[in-house]
């Protein structure tokens, strides 16, 4: 039986390499589209941090009543967990029930510094692709625990800024940080230490 699809160049065991189109590469890494990447890097991380420093302000968040408004939270989150079209999958309500009820406290200054932290990163654009994954999974807990609020727009802003993560902080400390972090000249390539 022969396949359906043709074999790629050089047999079926090669990868098979695409390249991205001249729009996607000037888009999301190209420096003339910093001011851009710099204006959404900069909203996004004023979200996060806003979010972070009203939490971290809050007993109730971070200090003596630790824990007690991700409890309401949680609690709020199981209560979507019924009827035929739950907004709280099951499996993220067992997850909420037996890890994040039991260890609030610890998930209470986990959810307000990690938005400061990834708040702060994004403004000043330092290690930006590592920052906004750390926001996108945020979102996603916040998302499965039935929250729409702004995270919808955060999480597509958040995939935007991943994929422009060459440029995105181009305008930020990522200029200085990466290429000493790894060793890259201006081009992009990898060039060995010594």
């Known amino acids: ?3 359906p699809l043709p074999s790629p160049p050089g047999g079926p065991t090669t ?3 695409l390249r991205a189109s001249a729009f996607s590469r000037f888009l999301f890494g190209h420096p003339g589209m910093a001011p851009v990447w710099l204006l959404l890097r900069v909203y996004v991380g004023w979200q996060w941090l806003s979010s972070g420093l009203i939490k971290v302000g809050d007993p109730a968040w971070v200090g003596a009543d630790a824990g007690k408004a991700v409890t309401g939270f949680l609690q709020g989150a199981l209560k979507k ?3 035929d079209m739950p907004d709280v999958p099951g499996w993220y309500a067992r997850f909420i029930e037996n890890v994040a ?3 609030a406290a610890v998930f209470s200054y986990l959810v307000s510094f990690g938005e400061l ?3 702060v990163a994004l403004i000043l654009g330092l290690l930006t692709g ?3 994954f ?3 999974l945020m979102n996603f807990a916040y998302l499965f625990a039935g929250t729409l609020s702004s995270n919808p727009l955060l999480v597509l802003l958040g995939l935007l800024l991943i994929l422009a993560w060459r440029v995105s902080g181009w305008w930020g400390l990522d200029r200085l940080v990466l290429p000493r972090w790894w060793g890259w000249n201006r ?3 990898n060039v060995s230490r010594r």
Do not use: D, I, N, Q
């Open 1 to 3: 039986m022969t396949s």
């Open 15 to 17: 990868p098979l390499h």
């Open 81 to 83: 967990t019924g009827g």
């Open 101 to 103: 009820l039991p260890h």
């Open 117 to 119: 932290a990834v708040g």
């Open 130 to 132: 590592v920052a906004a």
């Open 134 to 136: 750390f926001g996108l």
């Open 187 to 189: 081009e992009g390539e």
